[in-house]
């Protein structure tokens, strides 16, 4: 009997090692997941910056490239002033 016993037993335990997932743990992994996500989404947009700040951006960098090429071109020093946005009043 104990030879039996001891099959069923290893049986058992072969069967509880095979199963997959049940119904509930996946849904309690996909809610995790989606509480993650919304979380992290809003994050990641920020991060992205918009469309002014790309276009300022690449108009910064082209503007410092035309007067590198400036003082090249002419020998002599060259200078980017910022000068704020005027309003139409």
Do not use: C, W
Not at 34 to 42: D, H
């Amino acid at each position: 009997m104990t030879h039996h016993s001891t099959s069923v037993n290893m049986k058992k335990a072969l069967s509880r090692e095979r199963r997959g997932f049940t119904l509930v743990e996946m849904v309690v992994v996909l809610a995790i997941a989606i509480a993650l996500m919304a979380i992290m989404l809003p994050a990641l947009k920020g991060l992205r910056g918009d469309k002014y700040s790309l276009s300022g951006t690449t108009q910064l960098i082209a503007d410092f490239n035309n007067a590198r090429l400036e003082a090249i071109n002419g020998g002599s020093p060259v200078y980017v002033v910022f000068m704020p946005k005027l309003t139409k009043k």
